[in-house]
C-alpha cells in the first residue's frame, strides 16, 4: 500500500545523509510526488535547505529546488525558510524568481531581501550567491 503524504513529508523532514550518500532523499522526492499532493510537504521540503544550508547533496538539493518551483504558492513559505536559515539554495530560488520578473512575494522586496543576506547572512558563500544575484538584477 502506497504511504500517505504525510508520511513521506515527514521521512523528507527527517533525512539525513548517510555517508554522504543523498539518493535516499531522491527516492524521497520521487515517492512524494507519486503520492500526490506534494505541496502539503513545501515546509519540510524547505527544511532541507535549513538543515544543510550550503550543500548541494550531490545534485540532489537541485531536485528538490526544482520540486518546489512546480508548486503553486511556496514563495511566502520559501521567505519565511530563509527568515529562519538562510541557504545556499533558497538564496538561488528567490534569485530566479526575479530572473523571472517576480520582485515581490505580498509585500516583501526580493531584491530588498537578497541585499540583507549579501549583508548579514554568517556564512560567506551564502553572502556571495545573494550578492551575485543582487548585482545581476539592481
Known amino acids: 500500500m502506497p504511504r500517505t503524504t504525510a508520511d513521506i513529508a515527514h521521512d523528507i523532514a527527517t533525512f539525513a545523509p548517510k555517508e554522504d550518500n543523498w539518493l535516499a532523499l ?3 522526492l ?3 510526488w507519486q503520492a500526490g499532493h506534494p505541496e502539503q510537504a513545501i515546509p519540510e521540503l524547505l527544511s532541507v535547505f535549513e538543515r544543510y544550508p550550503e550543500e548541494e547533496g ?7 529546488l526544482h ?3 512546480a508548486l503553486p504558492n511556496y514563495e511566502t513559505e520559501l521567505l519565511r525558510s530563509l527568515g529562519r536559515q538562510p541557504s545556499e539554495f533558497g538564496v538561488r530560488m528567490v534569485g530566479r524568481l526575479l530572473n ?3 520582485t515581490e512575494v505580498g509585500d516583501i522586496s526580493l531584491l530588498k531581501t537578497l541585499r ?3 549583508a548579514t547572512a554568517s556564512s560567506p558563500r551564502i553572502r556571495e550567491t545573494a550578492h551575485g544575484f ?3 538584477n539592481d
Not at 550531490?58 to 528538490?64: D, Q
Request: glycine content about 16%; cysteine-free; overall charge negative.
Open 134 to 136: 543582487v548585482f545581476r
Open 30 to 32: 520521487a515517492e512524494l
Open 116 to 118: 540583507e543576506l549579501a
Open 26 to 28: 531522491d527516492s524521497l
Open 58 to 64: 550531490f545534485g540532489v538539493v537541485w531536485g528538490v
Open 67 to 69: 520540486g518546489l518551483e
Open 100 to 102: 523571472a520578473g517576480t
